[in-house]
């Protein structure tokens, strides 16, 4: 006895992945990248591979790497707050 599946279920989860993706992105940096491939794989087959992430942006004023340069004291020490 098979199980009824809604034929719209698969295409929701995947809607619901790519808000949940964007949703992470925003929250955690603003920046990211979601990027979705497709490919028939048999005739009554799509697989869709959904691929995201978030990106990290950093701004660094040229004022900041001479210092760093040539003094390289608190600013550029890797440290945890």
Not at 64 to 71: F, G, L, P, S, V
Request: hydrophobic share 30%; net charge negative.
């Amino acid at each position: 006895m098979s199980t009824y599946q809604d034929p719209s279920e698969p295409i929701k989860q995947l809607l619901d992945q790519v808000q949940t993706i964007l949703l992470q992105t925003w929250t955690e940096t603003g920046f990211g990248h979601i990027e979705i491939d497709s490919e028939r794989i048999r005739q009554d087959r799509v697989a869709v591979t959904l691929k995201g992430s978030t990106f990290y942006r950093y701004v660094i004023r040229q004022t900041d790497i001479e210092q760093c340069a040539t003094d390289p004291g608190d600013a550029c020490n890797h440290h945890s707050s």
